[in-house]
């Protein structure tokens, strides 16, 4: 049984900011490489996945704070989990290398909270820095989302988009309670308030869904400098119309975001899902579940008490 993933990221500074506040995360567990976006300079960075045991971890985060402290905590984010997930055998973890590779990067996710919200407190210059994640991790048999924040994850299937993740933030917890509607949330002035963020709290509680992967699934996941700029349809549009090259629709995509304006640093990850592990589509509706991993949670603010 064989999984094949493709994949191409990209991170933007966009057309108005000084610095980029954002970074990825592209994690190779069999082989114990990553990636990280490089700095001062735009690239696609393109890899190709094949995966019979283990499994992938890909993610985007969007850092917050003032002068440097978000381009630290969204580096310090990616840096750790990944850093964390590749040590995961020489440390004292709550998790070991038999846990399914979702509650593994849960814990890696929750320690490095732990790690940025010390700094941000340890060092005067960091006070208040925080970032978004949402990260996936892919295996043969499930692929599981991870939201903090208002990243996004996206899935591309049977030429329909749907949105996996749901926004940690105020404007969309007003459209819950239907005091908003969500056409409203576009031009709302607090549209930037999240309510979690690494860092920025001692704990965070990561929210993890699920769905069941079928051959040719396209996973997108960006952070608001793209999601505010383009809606699921312009991205769906997009990404169709480059089924073939990829790496070309990802270009396509930071583009388009900063010919509407790029206010914001533009981060996208794209990745194909194909083969013989997994099922032909299906027309069926796509079904995510929601995974708890709250023992976790628990035993990892013991262990990382010290902090």
Known sequence: MLLEVEVHAASHIGRVRQGNEDNYLLLDLPNSRKWTAPEDEFEVRSKFFRIDEGGIVLAVSDGMGGALAGEVASKMTVETIGNRLLGIASENLTVTQNSSLIERLYEATIYANKVIHTEQRRRLEYSGMGATLTGASITADAVDLIQIGDSRGYLIRNAQIRQLTKDQSLVQQLIDANQIRPEEAENHLMKNVILQALGAQSDIYPVVVRFYPQRDDILLLCSD???????????????????????????????????????????????????????????????????????????????????
């Open 225 to 307: 400098g793209l999601s505010n700029k383009l809606r699921a349809n312009d991205m769906l549009n997009i990404v169709l119309e480059n089924l073939d090259d990829l790496k070309n629709a990802c270009i396509s995509l930071v583009r388009q975001a900063n010919e509407r304006g790029g206010e914001d640093n533009i981060t996208v990850v794209l990745a194909r899902l194909r083969g013989s592990a997994l099922p032909e589509p299906t027309e069926d509706e796509v079904k995510v579940e929601q995974i708890s991993f709250d023992s976790i949670h628990d035993t990892t603010e013991e262990d990382t008490g010290e902090l």
